[in-house]
Nanobody
Framework: QVQLVESGGGSVQAGGSLRLSCAAS????????MGWFRQAPGKEREGVAT???????IYADSVKGRFTISKDNSKNTLYLQMNNLKAEDTGMYYC??????????????????WGQGTQVTVSS
């Protein structure tokens, strides 16, 4: 059973930074795509950033230039560095992994494994 465990969330003021981590129970190099998704109260889940097997990345327009997704295969860990946080970044952040190949669009379709989430709250 694959497990993804997020950490690093918290409460920060606007303009601050957080670094999220997602530790996997197994090897992450086997996944075609890994990504970060978020869901704010009363809103649909949305994609934030994805990274493929060769570390090509795609970002949602709302976070471009502020967030950086990365991974460390030797540690089986996915990261999301979030800088210049805004109130609208508030939400539960989830990491996910997809086995199926193809372009890693910032969409939640087709992801096989999900973590339980870590809360990010940004106050203005």
């Amino acid at each position: 059973q694959v497990q993804l465990v997020e950490s690093g969330g918290g409460s920060v003021q606007a303009g601050g930074s957080l670094r999220l981590s997602c530790a996997a129970s197994g090897y992450i190099y086997i996944y075609s795509c890994m990504g970060w998704f978020r869901q704010a109260p009363g809103k649909e889940r949305e994609g934030v950033a994805t990274i493929d097997s060769v570390s090509s990345t795609i970002y949602a327009d709302s976070v471009k230039g502020r967030f950086t997704i990365s991974k460390d295969n030797s540690k089986n860990t996915l990261y999301l560095q979030m800088n210049n946080l805004k109130a609208e970044d508030t939400g539960m952040y989830y990491c996910a992994a997809r086995v199926r190949g193809g372009i890693c669009y910032v969409l939640s379709d087709g992801y096989n494994y999900w973590g339980q989430g870590t809360q990010v709250t940004v106050s203005s």
